[in-house]
């Protein structure tokens, strides 16, 4: 297989660990006798210091001549000053919605050798495995009208059936393929787009009649996730609650760090990002753990590749840096590897 990746470092930490998970690709690559073609474009504040807009449309030519999009960081105090159409954060919205990367997949799966960090329990936090299913390109954050004065604020929430119907149709696929269980989480005893939300999940489970369903308040559900996150498999939600639920739900692993990230809509075309944000205070010192944003190519080959045996092979490999005890040092003070290391020690397990 041959494919073209557009890599975007971004700010901050961004360079550092897309550097690595391209490093990983490519020992995927010649392990499965696959060829990844990786070309870099600029978004967010390096953009904007290159004198463009967050998103440029030379980054929009490149990302369309690409298979997928693989994504670093955005953002920093740097730039915190700019008028709000230069901040680095537009860049990351705007290329949601340019490619309508609808649906948000943010998976949650506890660390065994890491599970100390958790700041629950460790019976409560040790066998959790959720994947969030997150609407993106929809609802308040880009309602219109959407402004405010002194004296009066007004944010819009609109939803309609087809964004509605769509990503909903992603999370009963994902709980197809895991343990075909569905949380939609909404607010259906207050809000009229939650009401409709309701109503098309009820609709929608006749087609998967093997994916038992609940529907909870996302007051609740938010409760749970702390308190019995065991309970979910896959949630299923809107931008705003999916925005929350998913930042909560990544504490259960101890460190916001490891968590991937995929944003892909319905012909398989994705950008692939870690969770965490550009960590300016220790961008350039070669100690940013790259687990997330290589457990995010993984999800590129699982999501926009289809090549299930190939990201099975990074998720073996990055565990069994774990449970050897590798960590780098912002997981670790004790022994702790470079960004470089650690990433050589999961292409050395892919390689045996």
Partial sequence: MEKRVAVLPGDGIGPEVTEAAVEVLRAVGERFNHTFHFENGLIGGAAIDAGKEPLPQETIDLCEASDAVLLGA????????NPSHLRPERGLLAIRKTFDLFANLRPVAAVSTLIQSSPLKEEIARDVDVMIVRELTGGLYFGEPSTHDDEKAIDTLTYTRPEIERIIDKGF???MKRDKHLTSVDKANVLESSKLWRKIVEEKKADYPEVTVHHQLVDSAAMKLITNPGAFDVVVTEN?????????????TGSLGLLPSASIRSDGFGLYEPVHGSAPDVAGQGVANP??????????????????????AIEDAVARVYEEGHFTADLTKDGALSTKEWTAKVVEQLSK
């Fill in 173 to 175: 696929e994902i709980a």
């Fill in 240 to 252: 705003m609650f999916g925005d929350i639920l998913s930042d909560e739900a990544s504490v259960i």
């Fill in 291 to 312: 687990a997330a944003t290589i457990l995010s190519a993984a999800m590129m080959l699982t999501y926009s590749f289809d090549l299930l045996e190939e990201a099975q």
């Fill in 74 to 81: 955005v953002g920093g105090p740097k730039w915190d000053d």
